[in-house]
């Protein structure tokens, strides 16, 4: 599961750029601090490499295994 924190996310975009998985996209979709958040649209074809939650700076994703560990 991907589990980005909306409230954290200051709509940077790395994410979109740094997934081999091509897992998110930018949105519409606008958090209270008025930034675009993005959507992992394509989350079924995350390879759990995690580097999406290393070098988000603001630690706003976290990739979380079917069985709950991170
Ligand atoms: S890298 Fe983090 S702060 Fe930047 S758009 Fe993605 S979730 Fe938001
Ligand atoms: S863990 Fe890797 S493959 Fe999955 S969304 Fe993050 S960067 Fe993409």
Redesign the pocket.
Known sequence: MIY??EK?????????F?CPANV?ESSNKLNERG????IPIREDKCIKCHL?EL???????HIVDEDGEG
Request: charged share 15%; hydrophobic share 45%.
């Open positions: 980005i924190d954290l996310c200051k709509g940077c975009d790395i994410c979109i740094i998110f930034y675009t958040i993005p999406c070098i988000c700076p603001e630690l706003a994703i």
